[in-house]
T-cell receptor
Framework: AQTVTQSQPEMSVQEAETVTLSCTYD???????LFWYKQPPSRQMILVIR??????QNATENRFSVNFQKAAKSFSLKISDSQLGDAAMYFC?????????????FGKGTHLIIQP | DGGITQSPKYLFRKEGQNVTLSCEQN?????MYWYRQDPGQGLRLIYY???????QKGDIAEGYSVSREKKESFPLTVTSAQKNPTAFYLC????????????FGPGTRLTVT
């Protein structure tokens, strides 16, 4: 079974600074998808960024980028120019090549605090 | 606007009672999912449905039941057999189960006392 590990229960960063959230995963598959979801206090899950395992290029979405290290099974999220609205729980998630039929496997989350 | 609605936002029930959580989508998605979230935990898959009148158990299906009579609706019943039903429940949908992108509803917080 796949597992996703987020080793940082909580991270704090000053507004406008850069922060990196860590995620490692375990899988025997070669083809899969990785995601970072944001869950603000409203508890709505919002997709931040996704990475297809077959792509070597790291995904980027505006201030959000990932460092995908397939051999190391590592998938970190970098948030640049942190804003107060970035404060939330961040979840790393894995989906196998079977797509939604396998469901998403989530880590336990990292609580990101933005200091003004 | 297209999206997923879950109602109610907060639900309270007495132990021993069955309770049904609503999930409706107008995205014309074939696949729908139910997840459970406990404090300090990520989401765990309860059930999913690929098409109408079809559904499959996820990782933690015991004590839950679902139906999929309409494409846009996927209600979840938390039965009295569920030993620890108090949790936050999230519904999601995707174009199909082969699609990697899932869209989430706002969730329902269920408290059983």
């Amino acid at each position: 079974a796949q597992t996703v590990t987020q080793s940082q229960p909580e991270m704090s960063v000053q507004e406008a600074e850069t922060v990196t959230l860590s995620c490692t995963y375990d899988t025997s598959e070669s083809d899969y998808y990785l995601f970072w979801y944001k869950q603000p206090p409203s508890r709505q899950m919002i997709l931040v960024i996704r990475q297809e395992a077959y792509k070597q290029q790291n995904a980027t979405e505006n201030r959000f980028s990932v460092n995908f290290q397939k051999a190391a099974k590592s998938f970190s999220l970098k948030i640049s120019d942190s804003q107060l609205g970035d404060a939330a729980m961040y979840f790393c998630a894995y989906m196998g090549s079977g797509g939604g039929a396998d469901g998403l496997t989530f880590g336990k989350g990292t609580h990101l605090i933005i200091q003004p | 606007d297209g999206g997923i609605t879950q109602s109610p936002k907060y639900l309270f029930r007495k132990e021993g009672q069955n309770v049904t959580l609503s999930c409706e989508q107008n995205l014309n998605h074939d696949a729908m999912y139910w997840y459970r979230q406990d404090p300090g935990q990520g989401l765990r898959l309860i059930y999913y449905s690929q098409i109408v009148n079809d559904f499959q158990k996820g990782d933690i299906a015991e004590g839950y039941s679902v139906s999929r009579e309409k494409k846009e609706s996927f209600p979840l019943t938390v039965t009295s057999a569920q030993k620890n039903p108090t949790a936050f429940y999230l519904c999601a949908s995707s174009i199909s189960t082969s699609s990697y992108e899932q869209y989430f509803g706002p969730g329902t917080r269920l408290t059983v006392t």
